[in-house]
């Protein structure tokens, strides 16, 4: 809520979702092998909600759901009360690999939801801004491959913040970073998310990430993914990780993740 | 080349039956790389192009293009050379006109100076396209710069 406070007057506000009995598969060669069940969540405006699982239980799979790119076995998925039918520059993903264009620099690959939707001409002004924001200024012509990990991530963030989304999806963005950058953009993405007021939505697997970054923290049980646990993180930001409330969390976070005897 | 004898078979011009075979030479490369090029593209590019509010036609002109162009213009360079392969065959073997057909002529008259032009003016005409479809990658391929050396 203190992020709340300290955000500038918003034009539009975060988006809620809300999720209700979807159940989800894939066929594989006539087998259906079950990677959701059952989940029920609701996601308030503005809320930072990290989703902690095992590797491969189906975390990533319900973002792709929010998205849009997929739609649900059963169940529904409603953004702002209206069911989502497609994905939408609303409800922005970054994936874990940035999957930014190659023949793109990375001003054009920031540019490229507002080229998708015809903004292009209007708002192109943001495009030099959300490349700012995201600490890239003097790489606007650089190319992908001149870029290091850390560096393509930040772009791909600039290039899903151009278009304003009010769901930022997140899937395992920072996965892939050494750790020294994953911790400094760990502060970032707060930081980015404090400002703005759009919601946003984290798969990760790390238990620590989640608990300095999110206002809550869902832990899914393994294959096919249930919700086990929604624990409020009722801690204001900055965060510290040596905090023992968040510590506390953590033990608890591994004890449902069946890892307690590692404590 | 082992469609040379029906080519002109069922041609009614060597003239015509030497395009059918060019096209033939230079469809297939093109058309095979062009299309394994398109399929290579990573399925994540899609998805990125559509959450940002990519229409179909976005996602055809300013991904799948884009991304396939490199393994277009190897079909291209393919399917040039082994147009001048072709072309030269066919131009000895029964069209009456052209290089090929200059070169096996001049052999015939023992004029060895006109076949070695006639020799050079075709290499001379083959490496400057090769050139010309080389300067046009570069300027369409120019983020590849570094990237890949081929």
């Known amino acids: 809520m203190v992020a709340l406070a300290q955000a500038e007057p918003a034009v539009l506000p975060g988006m809620a979702v809300s999720i209700a009995h979807v159940d989800h598969s894939f066929d594989l060669d006539g087998q259906v092998l079950p990677v959701l069940s059952d989940v029920t969540l609701d996601i ?20 792709r759901l929010v998205a849009g790119l997929d739609t649900p076995k059963s169940g529904s998925i409603e953004a702002d009360g209206l069911p989502i039918a497609g994905p939408d520059p609303s409800r922005v993903v970054v994936f874990q690999d940035p999957t930014l264009y190659p023949w793109r620099t990375v001003h054009d690959n920031v540019a490229l939801g507002l080229q998708a939707q015809g903004l292009l001409k209007s708002h192109r002004h943001r495009i030099g801004e959300a490349i700012s924001l995201v600490g890239l200024d003097g790489f606007a ?20 913040l151009v278009n304003d989304p009010r769901l930022l999806i997140l899937d395992e963005p920072l996965g892939k970073l050494d750790s020294i950058t994953r911790i400094s953009m760990q502060s970032e993405l707060v930081a980015l998310w404090q400002r703005s007021n759009f919601t946003t939505l984290l798969v990760t697997h790390d238990i620590e990430e989640a608990l300095f970054m999110a206002t809550r923290l869902v832990v899914f049980s393994g294959r096919p993914a249930r919700i086990k646990a929604d624990i409020a993180i009722e801690r204001p930001y900055p965060r510290h990780r040596s905090d023992p409330y968040l510590t506390g969390l953590r033990h608890k976070a591994m004890e449902l993740l069946g890892l307690a005897e590692t404590w | 080349m082992a469609w040379l004898p029906v080519a002109f078979f069922l041609f009614p011009s060597s003239w015509s039956a030497s395009v059918f075979l060019i096209a033939l030479a230079t469809g297939i490369p093109v058309a095979i790389l062009t299309w394994s090029g398109v399929s290579s593209v990573p399925s994540s590019y899609y998805d990125i192009a559509r959450t940002l509010g990519g229409s179909q036609r976005f996602l055809v002109l300013r991904v799948a293009i884009p991304a396939a ?18 072309l030269v065959v066919a131009e000895m073997m029964g069209v009456k006109a ?25 290499a001379v005409v083959c490496s400057s396209l090769v050139t010309l479809l080389f300067k046009v990658r570069n300027h369409l391929l120019s983020w590849q710069k570094g990237l890949v050396r081929w």
């Open chain 2, 69 to 86: 162009l490199p393994h277009v213009f190897v079909g291209l360079f393919m399917g040039l050379t082994s147009a001048f392969v072709v």
């Open chain 1, 141 to 160: 012509k650089a190319f992908p491959q001149q870029l290091s990990g850390g560096m393509a991530q930040r772009a791909a963030l600039a290039r899903a």
């Open chain 1, 44 to 63: 308030q405006p503005g809320e930072f909600v990290a989703l902690l699982g095992p590797s491969g239980c189906g975390k990533s799979t319900l973002l």
């Open chain 2, 98 to 122: 052209g290089l090929g057909w200059y070169l096996q002529w001049a052999q015939g008259w023992a004029a060895y100076g006109n076949m070695y032009a006639a020799l050079l003016v075709m």
